[in-house]
């Protein structure tokens, strides 16, 4: 029996995968062709067959393997919806070669970090205002890890697996901690010699990310110094990690640490996580696809389902499965109607069908330009002025106080619509509610950008740091405008552009909370009151929308109250990660298809798994 050692006890690899669904594929049997002379054996000092639970999938110590056909049935075992990789192993382009159809090399780059008298100056340990690096702690921390796993498109792993692995000299979880409590990093290192006696007294690190949304700059660096820390103190010699070759940014970053690239070389089994690393292309404009379309191409893919890329810069695709084709763009689909359309298109259409339905809006007025406006303005007190029609924040003016203010928030909505809409400035955080197939499948609260002091930048070298941060996190989707509106927030606040902030002060610069100019999502699905789920499902009935992303301003989003400002035929499903938004999506679409099976999954509504 091989050994897999994952949270300090040695348990055979029968023992391990009870409870744990397994899916194997392939032609099984031995991978050395017939009449093919055996390799030699080689004998591996100290423990052999070394295989590393991690939570999202295993690590197969290849040097500890004493023949490739032990490598083989290992991989073969991988859990349904888990990630196995093996590194270190000795020719793995010869394993490759004998099972093609279920192996493939990975078109990643393997680096590493000297540690002790030979590490870099520029690893050092590095400190930013508010943020402690620990070790994960506990069920909490391990839920905050997967979503931040989730929302960076990385396989998810079980609470238990994670919390059992961080009390393990094995392991060393590390979380980042911001002042606000909130979890916005997290790294896995492992050391080899706790694992296996490694004789060259290494270690590796996996998973470092962070939270795009939340995290200050400097963050990934931080968690990375802190583990090389960490490791040192043990006496290790080097610590090695993976990157994708087309990972530009993060390459630049290691090698300016002082990484240096070795030849080593990962092996992967096919699988539907795996699938773009090595389906030989894909389907011809899926580069251009903007996040929202590309994370229903994925999902589409994942099944099985055939993807043509009819138009990239509009985001529309051709999903085929069987005899059933469905044209979407983004989360519009054939299923959703001109008229369900033409309701969330108009403002006012769509006020005038909640309200019939008995929820609740906001009181407003379309703009006449008279002395109707300024008797409503007078009436109700501070206002939103919007253009009924449009997205993306565009010609929208908030807090509109005054005469004059009313007028030149009129002209500018004017500017990208004829018709205007006047409401009432409603006070509270602004939510967003997916609801696919009249179910509530995510929720999250939306807040403007804003940046964080470090005592050093001034506000505009701050917002085009925080700019370049959420362009990078977004794939170009959201970027924080320098223009009269965010000089206006500035100056309100009491800072001039020039200003620099405080070390730790925060200061907002947008009134409005739209992703594409900067604001960040915060996912708040298991906090949502059932009060506002079941509002959000009548919203839909009345609209009679199969997909559709209501805007409310609620207090909280666990207290009952609320007010709908809006729904949008066309939510972004990429802004909801950990939540299932591409699997319902395309359960929609394709009811007879299955979603890859997850290892982790969020609570849903009101705190349900």
């Not at 795996?274 to 899926?286: C, H, I, M, Q, V």
């Not at 594409?516 to 009345?542: F, K, N, Q, Y």
């Not at 990429?574 to 890859?596: K, S, Y």
């Given at each position: 029996?091989?050994?897999?050692?994952?949270?300090?006890?040695?348990?055979?690899?029968?023992?391990?995968?009870?409870?744990?669904?397994?899916?194997?594929?392939?032609?099984?049997?031995?991978?050395?062709?017939?009449?093919?002379?055996?390799?030699?054996?080689?004998?591996?000092?100290?423990?052999?067959?070394?295989?590393?639970?991690?939570?999202?999938?295993?690590?197969?110590?290849?040097?500890?393997?004493?023949?490739?056909?032990?490598?083989?049935?290992?991989?073969?075992?991988?859990?349904?919806?888990?990630?196995?990789?093996?590194?270190?192993?000795?020719?793995?382009?010869?394993?490759?070669?004998?099972?093609?159809?279920?192996?493939?090399?990975?078109?990643?780059?393997?680096?590493?970090?000297?540690?002790?008298?030979?590490?870099?100056?520029?690893?050092?340990?590095?400190?930013?205002?508010?943020?402690?690096?620990?070790?994960?702690?506990?069920?909490?921390?391990?839920?905050?890890?997967?979503?931040?796993?989730?929302?960076?498109?990385m396989v998810t792993a079980p609470v238990e697996v994670l919390v059992d692995n961080a009390g393990t000299d094995r392991f060393l979880h590390l979380v980042a901690e911001a002042s606000t409590g909130e979890v916005v990093g997290t790294i896995t290192g492992v050391d080899h010699v706790a694992v296996f006696g490694d004789r060259e007294n290494g270690a590796s690190l996996w998973c470092l990310t962070v939270d795009f949304n939340t995290a200050p700059p400097g963050t990934g660096q931080a968690l990375l110094t802190e583990l090389a820390d960490r490791l040192d103190v043990r006496g290790r010699a080097f610590v090695d990690l993976s990157v994708l070759a087309e990972n530009s940014g993060a390459i630049r970053l290691y090698e300016r640490l002082g990484f240096h690239r070795t030849g080593t070389l990962c092996v992967k089994r096919k699988n539907p996580i795996n699938?773009?690393?090595?389906?030989?292309?894909?389907?011809?404009?899926?580069?251009?696809?903007?996040?929202?379309?590309?994370?229903?191409?994925?999902?589409?893919?994942?099944?099985?389902?055939?993807?043509?890329?009819?138009?990239?810069?509009?985001?529309?695709?051709?999903?085929?499965?069987?005899?059933?084709?469905?044209?979407?763009?983004?989360?519009?689909?054939?299923?959703?109607?001109?008229?369900?359309?033409?309701?969330?298109?108009?403002?006012?259409?769509?006020?005038?069908?909640?309200?019939?339905?008995?929820?609740?809006?906001?009181?407003?007025?379309?703009?006449?330009?008279?002395?109707?406006?300024?008797?409503?303005?007078?009436?109700?007190?501070?206002?939103?002025?919007?253009?009924?029609?449009?997205?993306?924040?565009?010609?929208?003016?908030?807090?509109?106080?005054?005469?004059?203010?009313?007028?030149?928030?009129?002209?500018?909505?004017?500017?990208?619509?004829?018709?205007?809409?006047?409401?009432?400035?409603?006070?509270?955080?602004?939510?967003?509610?997916?609801?696919?197939?009249?179910?509530?499948?995510?929720?999250?609260?939306?807040?403007?950008?804003?940046?964080?002091?470090?005592?050093?930048?001034?506000?505009?070298?701050?917002?085009?740091?925080?700019?370049?941060?959420?362009?990078?996190?977004?794939?170009?989707?959201?970027?924080?405008?320098?223009?009269?509106?965010?000089?206006?927030?500035?100056?309100?606040?009491?800072?001039?552009?020039?200003?620099?902030?405080?070390?730790?002060?925060?200061?907002?610069?947008?009134?409005?909370?739209?992703?594409?100019?900067?604001?960040?999502?915060?996912?708040?699905?298991?906090?949502?009151?059932?009060?506002?789920?079941?509002?959000?499902?009548?919203?839909?009935?009345?609209?009679?929308?199969?997909?559709?992303?209501?805007?409310?301003?609620?207090?909280?989003?666990?207290?009952?109250?609320?007010?709908?400002?809006?729904?949008?035929?066309?939510?972004?499903?990429?802004?909801?990660?950990?939540?299932?938004?591409?699997?319902?999506?395309?359960?929609?679409?394709?009811?007879?298809?299955?979603?890859?099976?997850?290892?982790?999954?969020?609570?849903?509504?009101?705190?349900?798994?």
């Amino acid at each position: 029996m091989n050994e897999t050692l994952a949270t300090g006890t040695a348990r055979t690899d029968r023992e391990r995968v009870l409870g744990r669904r397994r899916e194997r594929i392939g032609p099984g049997g031995d991978p050395v062709a017939p009449g093919a002379a055996p390799e030699p054996r080689r004998e591996p000092a100290g423990p052999s067959d070394v295989v590393l639970d991690c939570g999202w999938g295993r690590l197969v110590f290849g040097q500890t393997f004493h023949e490739q056909i032990a490598v083989a049935q290992v991989l073969r075992s991988e859990a349904a919806g888990a990630r196995d990789i093996c590194i270190y192993l000795r020719d793995p382009h010869v394993l490759v070669s004998r099972l093609p159809d279920e192996l493939f090399i990975d078109p990643s780059l393997t680096y590493r970090l000297p540690l002790g008298e030979r590490r870099p100056e520029a690893t050092e340990r590095m400190e930013i205002p508010g943020l402690v690096v620990r070790p994960l702690r506990d069920a909490d921390d391990a839920d905050a890890v997967n979503r931040i796993y989730a929302r960076n498109g990385m396989v998810t792993a079980p609470v238990e697996v994670l919390v059992d692995n961080a009390g393990t000299d094995r392991f060393l979880h590390l979380v980042a901690e911001a002042s606000t409590g909130e979890v916005v990093g997290t790294i896995t290192g492992v050391d080899h010699v706790a694992v296996f006696g490694d004789r060259e007294n290494g270690a590796s690190l996996w998973c470092l990310t962070v939270d795009f949304n939340t995290a200050p700059p400097g963050t990934g660096q931080a968690l990375l110094t802190e583990l090389a820390d960490r490791l040192d103190v043990r006496g290790r010699a080097f610590v090695d990690l993976s990157v994708l070759a087309e990972n530009s940014g993060a390459i630049r970053l290691y090698e300016r640490l002082g990484f240096h690239r070795t030849g080593t070389l990962c092996v992967k089994r096919k699988n539907p996580i795996n699938e773009r690393l090595f389906l030989p292309a894909t389907p011809a404009g899926y580069d251009e696809l903007n996040p929202y379309a590309r994370i229903v191409a994925d999902e589409a893919m994942r099944r099985g389902i055939r993807v043509e890329v009819t138009d990239a810069h509009w985001g529309e695709l051709r999903l085929t499965n069987g005899g059933r084709t469905i044209v979407t763009r983004e989360s519009l689909s054939e299923l959703t109607s001109a008229v369900a359309m033409s309701r969330c298109d108009d403002k006012r259409v769509t006020r005038r069908i909640l309200t019939e339905a008995g929820l609740s809006v906001p009181r407003g007025r379309t703009a006449t330009g008279d002395a109707d406006d300024l008797a409503f303005l007078t009436d109700v007190g501070p206002v939103v002025v919007k253009p009924a029609r449009g997205e993306q924040g565009n010609g929208i003016t908030v807090g509109v106080r005054t005469a004059e203010a009313l007028a030149t928030a009129v002209e500018l909505a004017r500017r990208f619509c004829p018709d205007v809409l006047v409401e009432e400035l409603r006070a509270g955080e602004d939510l967003r509610v997916i609801v696919i197939d009249h179910e509530v499948v995510a929720a999250a609260v939306r807040r403007p950008a804003q940046i964080t002091g470090d005592g050093v930048h001034d506000v505009t070298e701050l917002i085009e740091r925080q700019s370049r941060r959420r362009a990078a996190a977004t794939g170009g989707e959201s970027r924080i405008p320098i223009d009269e509106m965010t000089r206006e927030v500035v100056a309100e606040a009491g800072h001039r552009m020039h200003d620099v902030l405080p070390e730790g002060q925060v200061l907002a610069v947008r009134r409005t909370a739209n992703l594409h100019t900067g604001g960040t999502i915060h996912d708040v699905t298991a906090e949502l009151h059932p009060a506002i789920a079941t509002a959000c499902v009548a919203a839909s009935r009345a609209l009679d929308i199969p997909v559709t992303g209501l805007d409310l301003l609620v207090p909280a989003p666990d207290q009952p109250e609320h007010v709908f400002i809006e729904a949008n035929e066309r939510p972004g499903l990429a802004n909801h990660e950990p939540q299932p938004t591409a699997e319902r999506f395309v359960d929609l679409l394709f009811p007879g298809t299955r979603a890859p099976q997850r290892l982790w999954s969020p609570a849903g509504p009101g705190g349900v798994a």
